[in-house]
């Protein structure tokens, strides 16, 4: 080959590799431009730059008209949320005084020399409104969780004292039904809002002690691993067919075989929301006439 075939074949690849490299710059470049515009999206602050007829500029203009649609909407969900937050307010305010008065009115009936049929007529209206009371505060609960008015608090801490004070508060009723409440454990400490938890925790206790038989027994114990923390309610009730299990943790779901029980089917629903508020979640384990067991799950991190 002669010297100018070699001098043909440097020129080549050198103008190749000129090639390349100005490719791989205008790609560096191009990338460090959407990013640069991407960054200020993410803090609000984008603005068109260029008006000529590329493509990078019909980027910038889509991309300023979807983040001021995304302003809008999001202006317009702050909105919706507001209204929620009112009506949530007003109906709690506005049912409070006449809920608190039927129940008063009620109660000094059931104290007045009455005939025995107009005495279960009263204590029929008192049972009501308990239940209209239960009802309003677990959907004014969920409804503040769902549409963020109300938000959950996590903290590190020890289950025990929340464990404690739920156990507690529901052993007159479980003695009462001639039901053994045990604390079997409670040693183990997780990231969760501690009033929140032990709403859910009491939710699962209120469906145990009611749907277990006299005689028979809830048990609450905890069990840590690595990175979740589990609660058990077990109970020696009816327990739960497998078909309804995904069920029961549906807003307003009662089993037809305990219709006739008091609830109205909002409980494990809200324990749910609680549970997965705060990173964790809740699993049914039953088996029918075996009883059930409620665990639910908090992250220790």
């Known amino acids: 080959m002669t010297a100018i075939g070699y001098i ?7 103008a190749a590799a000129v090639v390349v490299i100005w490719d791989r710059w205008r790609t560096r470049r191009l990338l460090k431009r959407l990013d640069t515009m991407l960054e200020k ?12 007829e590329s493509l990078l500029s019909a980027v910038e203009s889509k991309l300023a008209r979807y983040l001021a649609s995304s302003t809008v909407s999001a202006r317009n969900l702050q909105a919706e949320k507001d209204k929620i937050k009112t009506l949530i307010a007003d109906v709690s305010h506005q049912t409070k005084t006449p809920l608190s008065n039927v129940l008063l009115y ?3 009936l059931s104290e007045q020399p009455l005939p025995e049929e107009n ?3 009263v204590m029929a209206l ?20 769902e549409s963020g008015v109300l938000a959950l608090h996590p903290q590190p801490a020890s289950l025990a004292p929340m464990l404690e004070e739920a156990v507690a508060q529901f052993a007159p009723k479980a003695a009462e039904k001639k039901i053994t409440l045990t604390l079997a454990s409670s040693e183990g400490d997780g990231v969760f809002d ?8 009491c939710n699962l206790l209120d469906n145990a002690v009611k749907y277990t038989p006299a005689g028979g027994t809830v048990t609450v114990q905890t069990h840590c691993y690595e990175l979740f923390c589990r609660i058990d309610v077990s109970d020696t009730g009816p327990g739960i067919p497998e078909e309804e299990q995904a069920k029961v943790f549906q807003r307003f779901y009662r089993s037809p075989a305990n219709h006739q029980a008091q609830g109205v089917g909002i409980g494990l629903y809200l324990a749910r929301q609680i549970a997965e508020g705060q990173g964790g979640y809740i699993k049914v384990f039953s ?9 639910l799950y908090l992250p220790r991190s």
């Open 119 to 121: 005495r279960a007529c």
């Open 287 to 295: 088996k029918p006439g075996k009883g059930a067991k409620f665990s």
């Open 194 to 201: 501690s009033k929140w938890t032990a709403e859910a925790v």
């Open 126 to 145: 008192e049972g009501q409104a308990v239940k209209l009371q239960s009802l309003i505060e677990a959907l004014v609960k969920t409804s503040r969780l």
């Open 41 to 52: 999206a993410i803090t609000r602050g984008f603005t068109e730059e260029d008006y000529d």
């Open 8 to 14: 043909v074949i440097a020129a080549a690849v050198l």
């Open 106 to 108: 009620a109660q000094l």
